[in-house]
């Protein structure tokens, strides 16, 4: 498809800008009038509109309007031989890409080019990637986003299980988004109208774990004073997910299994037994086959929850997925911020693509997050953004601001391709001092060069 559509009266002017542009590389269609080339000017066009200003019948500025009517984020680059500073700040307030003067120079003209293409790339694309997502939340719900095969394949047998009364074993690493999966159970079965109670098996106290679960009587421990319902209890007729269920004590496992196989539970201090209609998730990080056989799980609960299985991908195997989450996380994180959404570059989509995400989803998220609420300063350099945000744990204080420090030269280095003196003057730092850092870091300029 043609990129650049060219726009002027004068055939001396199209014939040499159009000549310019074909030598370096353009796709270009040339016009004689702004009502040849309206017809080309639809929405989602791969291109860009390069108009005169002065022209008869209809002058650049209304073509840009009616332009900008079929697509107002459509780049639109005016050329003048009558420019003046008030034309020209009217022109960009009005939507203009930028204004060029004649003469103008062809260098100029083709960066202002290349530039508004890239522009139009990065449209395009977020409104591909956000007609995606609307897609997929009308079609499938909000929760599991992604094409990946492994990632359709689970959304199939979520669907296909929903309704089954099976209890489900979810398998994944931590942050793939184990418990969305139980959320999306919940929500496409016909428990929807119910409860849907998570607890982290992990985040409870081992002596305080069978009342969570069971609820407990009055006076039935030392610190028992009033009736307590337990989350077995307050999910029934919905859902329960377990999550970090390989953390649950032994002495609690015997008592889960025989809800699950009984369905029918006793509060604790009680000998009523209480009828459940309940299904249980259980979400794991480890293999609980292997920590059966280490005598670390019991093997019988285990057998007990693995009816259904559903294994939750890693993010690098998933690769493909990675810039439509991390644009949805985009999104989300400027709503909620009120801030626009900034635009995903070739060379920070490369660096998510690259990375290997042992966090996941969730590093993910958190990274989208920072991208957005740092802005401009910070998103140019996806990867010092990722390095000065994962600082490792156990470090001392001293250590942490080293780590960081050295972050955030790397970046400041990347962003003006190893130039020193733009480098300091960013910083705010004399050359002594940034020269002493970068040696302290091993930083050599010629490793930013481009």
Not at 81 to 106: M, S
Not at 420 to 426: R, V, Y
Request: net charge negative.
């Amino acid at each position: 498809m043609t990129k650049l559509l060219l726009v002027d009266d004068e055939k001396i002017i199209r014939d040499s800008v159009g000549q310019s542009l074909l030598l370096a590389g353009f796709q270009v269609e040339t016009f004689a009038s702004a009502a040849e080339v309206l017809p080309k000017l639809q929405v989602d066009f791969d291109g860009l509109l390069i108009t005169d200003i002065r022209m008869p019948e209809m002058d650049g500025l209304e073509l840009m309007e009616q332009a900008h009517q079929r697509d107002a984020d459509l780049p639109v680059i005016l050329i003048s031989g009558h420019a003046d500073v008030a034309l020209a700040v009217n022109a960009i307030r009005d939507g203009a890409y930028d204004l060029l003067e004649k003469p103008f120079a062809t260098n100029e003209l083709i960066e202002t080019v290349r530039r508004a293409l890239e522009k139009r790339r990065l449209t395009l694309e977020n409104r591909a990637l956000k007609a995606e997502l609307a897609e997929q939340q009308t079609r499938l719900g909000p929760r599991i986003i992604g094409q990946a095969p492994s990632i359709i394949a689970l959304r199939k047998m979520i669907a296909r299980i929903a309704n089954v009364d099976a209890d489900v074993l979810v398998w994944g690493e931590t942050g793939t988004g184990k418990e969305l999966v139980a959320r999306s159970l919940h929500e496409q079965s016909k428990r929807r109208n119910h409860n849907y109670v998570a607890i982290n098996c992990g985040a409870i106290p081992a002596n305080l774990i069978d009342s969570e679960l069971f609820g407990h009587e009055a006076g039935a421990f030392t610190g028992a004073k009033s009736l307590r319902i337990g989350k077995f209890e307050h999910a029934n007729g919905g859902t329960l997910f377990l999550d970090e269920i390989e953390s649950m004590p032994m002495t609690t496992q015997m008592p889960l299994l025989r809800v699950l196989q009984e369905r029918h539970i006793e509060r604790l201090g009680s000998n009523q037994l209480l009828p459940l209609d309940i299904r249980v998730i259980a979400a794991t990080k480890v293999d609980l086959k292997e920590a059966a056989e280490r005598a670390e799980f019991r093997r019988d609960l285990y057998y007990r929850l693995n009816v259904v299985t559903l294994e939750v991908p890693p993010l690098r195997a998933r690769r493909e997925d990675i810039p439509m989450l991390f644009q949805h996380f985009m999104l989300i994180a400027a709503a909620r911020s009120e801030l626009e959404v900034p635009p995903l570059a070739s060379k920070a989509l490369h660096v998510l693509l690259g990375h290997d995400w042992p966090g996941n989803i969730r590093e993910l998220r958190n990274i989208a997050e920072r991208y957005v609420l740092l802005g401009d300063a910070y998103s140019y350099d996806l990867a010092a953004l990722m390095n000065a945000g994962g600082v490792p744990d156990g470090l001392s204080l001293a250590d942490q601001v080293a780590y960081y420090e050295k972050a955030l030269i790397e970046q400041t280095l990347n962003r003006y391709n190893g130039n020193i003196k733009l480098t300091m003057e960013a910083l705010d730092i004399p050359r002594k001092t940034l020269s002493d850092k970068m040696r302290k870091y091993g930083l050599e300029r010629g490793q930013f060069l481009e």
